[in-house]
C-alpha cells in the first residue's frame, strides 16, 4: 500500500477505528494480565490501578502453594500431547487409505466420521461416567485422554485427509509401479510432502485438547485435573485470590494464544471442514 | 485379432487382481479409527439411549427395571427442561446475531489497510483463543464485579450507580462472554473468505460505476454466502454445548435462569444422580443438535462430491 493512500483521511479513520475494535477485544486480557502482576489488596481495589509496582508474588506462589498450577500443568501438557499423538497414529492410516484407495464406502464413512463430532458432549456423558466409574478409569488421565482423543478425531482425519488428497495421485500411482509397498509410499512419498498439514493438524488438536473443559471437569478431581479445572477451581473465591487467579489464568492461556496466533489460518480451515481456506 | 483380446482380458483381469490385493490394507488402515469412534461416541449414545428407557438413579439402587417413557414424562412435566430448552436456543439466536454482525463488521474492517493492521487484527481474535474457564472468571471478577469491577468503576465514573451484571442480568452476562470469545472466531473466518473474494467480478462492477453498497450487495454477500453458512451452522453447534462459562460464573442461577441444556443434564446426573431423566434429556439434546447437523452434514457431503470433480 502507498503511504499517501494509507495516510489518506479516510485511511486514519479506518485505523482508528480498527485499533479501537481490537483494543476492546483485547482489553479483559490485558486487564487480566494487569492484575497478574498486582498485589492482592491492588488487585481488589475500588479504583482499578493502571500503574502500580509489578511484582511476581502472585507467580510464586501459584507455582509454589501445595500442588498448585504446575500439578494442573503437567496433566494438561500430558493429555494435550498424548491425546495429539494418539489422534495423528489412528488419523494417518486413515486418511491415507480413504485419500489414496478410495472405496464405494469412503464418502460415507468419512462423512460419518465428521457427523461424531455433532454429537453433543452431553449425549455420551452419563454411559462414560459409569463405565468410567466401574473401571476405575475416572479422575485418571488415561480415560481423559480417550476423551480428548475422540472429540479431535473427526476433525483430524477431515484435515488429513483433504491434505492428502492435495497430493498428486501420479506419485502414488508412479511409486506404486516401481514396486514400493504401501508401508514404503506412506514413510517415503506421503508423509514427507505431507508433514506441515500434518504439523498444523496436531497444533489444532492440542489446542482444542488443551482447552477443553467439560470432560475434565466431568471425569476428574483431582489426579488427573488439568488446568481448566485448578482455574475453575476459583471460582468460588470471592475477591482475596484475584492476583493468584490472574497469574494462574495468564500462565493457562499465554502459551494457547500465542500457538494459536500461529495457526489461526489452519484452524479456520480444520473448524469449517475445508469450506473455507 | 482375437489372441490380443484375451491378451487384454487377461492383463485386465490380472490388473483387477492386483488393484484388489493393493487395496486390501486399505480397510485395515481404517479400522483402528473406526474402532475407536465406536467404542467412545456410538456405544455411549446406545447406552444412553437405553438409560431414558429405564428407571436408574444411584441414589436409589433398589429401584431399577423398565420406566417406559416415564422419564420422557418427568422431563415434559418439568418446566425447567423447557426452560432449559428455551434459554440454550436463546444462546444460540442472540450469540449467532452477535458474532456474526460484529464478525462481518470487523471483518471488513480488517480487510482494509491501515497502520499496524497485522498487529491490531492479532489483538482482536486473542479472545478465541482464551480456555472458557478463564473467560468466565475475567468476566465475572475484573469486569462485572458490582463493587470492584471495571464496568463498576466506569459506571461510576460516569456518576451513574454500579450494576451487578450476572445478579440482574444474568442471561445477557453470559451471552456477552459467548460473544466476545466467538466474535473472533467469525471474524477470522469471514475474513478469510472475503480474502478470497473475486477480484476480477469486484473491478467488473467497479468499472461499470457501481457504488460500494452494490458492490456489497452484488459481489461480496453472495461470495460470503457459503461462509457464512458454515460459520451459522458450526457456532450453533458449540453454542448448543455452552457449559464452562455458566459452570463458573452462575451455575445456573439465579434461580433457573441461566440453566441452559447441558447444564441441566450436568445437575440431573452429578446433583439428583438420576442417570434415567439426565439420559432423556441427553437424547433431547441429541436430538436438538442433529437438527442443525443435518445441514452441515450434508454441506461436508456436498463439499467431498465438489473435490471429486477437480
Known sequence: MSATRSFSKSGVALGILGWLVALLMFFPLFWLLLTAFKTESEAFSITPHLFFDPTLSSFETAFNQGRGYLHYAWNSVFTAVVSTLIGLALTVPAAYAMAFYPSKRTDFTLVWMVSTKFIPAVGVLVPIFLVYKNIGLLDNVWGLIALFTAMNLPIMIWMVYSYFRDIPKDLVEAADIDGASMAQIMTKVILPLATPGLASTGLLALILAWNESFWSITMTNFQASTLPVYIASFKSAEGVFWAKMSAASVLSIAPIIVLGWFAQRQMVRGLTFGAVK | ?310
Open chain 2, 1 to 310: 485379432m482375437a489372441v490380443s483380446a484375451t491378451t487384454d482380458t487377461k492383463t485386465a483381469r490380472a490388473a483387477a487382481a492386483r488393484e484388489k490385493a493393493r487395496r486390501a490394507p486399505a480397510k485395515w488402515l481404517l479400522a483402528p479409527a473406526v474402532v475407536f469412534l465406536l467404542v467412545w461416541m456410538i456405544v455411549p449414545l446406545g447406552m444412553t439411549a437405553y438409560y431414558s428407557f429405564r428407571n436408574y438413579n444411584l441414589m436409589m439402587p433398589t429401584v431399577s427395571g423398565w420406566a417406559g417413557l416415564g422419564n420422557y414424562a418427568a422431563l415434559w412435566n418439568d418446566p425447567t427442561f423447557w426452560s432449559a430448552l428455551g434459554i440454550t436456543l436463546l444462546i444460540v439466536g442472540v450469540c449467532l446475531v452477535i458474532t456474526i454482525g460484529l464478525g462481518l463488521a470487523f471483518a471488513l474492517l480488517f480487510h482494509r489497510q491501515f497502520f499496524g493492521r497485522g498487529v491490531a487484527r492479532t489483538l482482536a481474535v486473542a479472545p478465541f483463543f482464551v480456555m472458557p474457564v478463564v473467560t468466565g472468571l475475567i468476566w465475572k471478577n475484573m469486569l462485572m464485579d458490582p463493587s470492584y469491577g471495571i464496568f463498576a468503576w466506569l459506571a461510576r465514573v460516569f456518576g451513574l450507580e454500579p450494576i451487578d451484571w450476572l445478579g440482574q442480568f444474568p442471561l445477557a452476562s453470559i451471552i456477552a462472554m459467548i460473544g466476545w470469545e466467538w466474535t473472533p472466531f467469525a471474524l477470522l473466518v469471514l475474513l478469510t473468505g472475503l480474502q478470497s473474494l473475486p477480484e476480477d467480478q469486484l473491478e467488473a462492477v467497479r468499472l461499470d460505476g457501481a457504488n460500494k453498497w452494490h458492490e456489497f450487495r452484488h459481489i461480496v454477500i453472495p461470495h460470503l454466502g457459503q461462509v457464512i453458512y458454515v460459520v451459522v451452522m458450526l457456532e450453533s453447534i458449540f453454542f448448543l454445548t455452552s457449559f464452562a462459562e455458566i459452570y463458573t460464573t452462575t451455575s445456573g442461577g439465579p434461580g433457573t435462569s441461566t440453566t441452559n441444556l447441558p447444564y441441566y443434564i450436568y445437575q440431573a446426573v452429578f446433583n439428583q444422580y438420576d442417570i434415567g431423566v439426565s439420559s432423556a434429556a441427553a437424547v433431547a439434546a441429541v436430538i436438538l443438535a442433529n437438527f442443525f447437523a443435518i445441514f452441515l452434514i450434508r454441506f461436508v457431503a456436498g463439499n467431498l462430491n465438489a473435490g471429486e470433480n477437480r
